[in-house]
């Protein structure tokens, strides 16, 4: 599985963004994907994520302002609402099958204050 992500970009605070991840392979066997975020010299966190047959996810710091969807082939998009200067990071697509993950190279997002 391959996943290129894009929207990316800077944004004032209090805008907003939508995030893409486009998802080409084996992607019919895919059973998660999800949105991770790593800002500069902070871990790689979880931002939100959509489980086969379960549902979503989202961190608590972003409940009520992002948004995750995805197609019938995985394709996902993250819609970002109000952004604030904490959410400044670059986002990752990340996607499971079984125990197998994948990462996409990542969408750098600015919001300045």
């Known amino acids: 599985v391959q996943l290129q992500a894009s929207g990316g970009g800077l944004v004032q605070a209090g805008g907003s963004l939508n995030l893409s991840c486009v998802a080409s392979g084996s992607t019919s066997d895919i059973n998660m994907i999800a949105w991770y975020r790593q800002a500069p010299g902070k871990e790689r966190e979880l931002v939100a994520s959509i489980w086969r047959d379960v549902g979503t996810y989202y961190v608590d710091a972003v409940k009520g302002r992002f948004t995750i969807s995805r197609d019938y082939a995985w394709n996902s998009g993250l819609q970002m609402l109000n952004l604030q200067s904490a959410d400044t990071a670059k986002y990752y697509c990340?996607?499971?099958?079984?125990?197998?993950?994948?990462w996409g190279q990542g969408t750098l997002v600015t919001v300045s204050s």
């Open positions: 990340h996607a499971r099958i079984l125990r197998n993950v994948y």
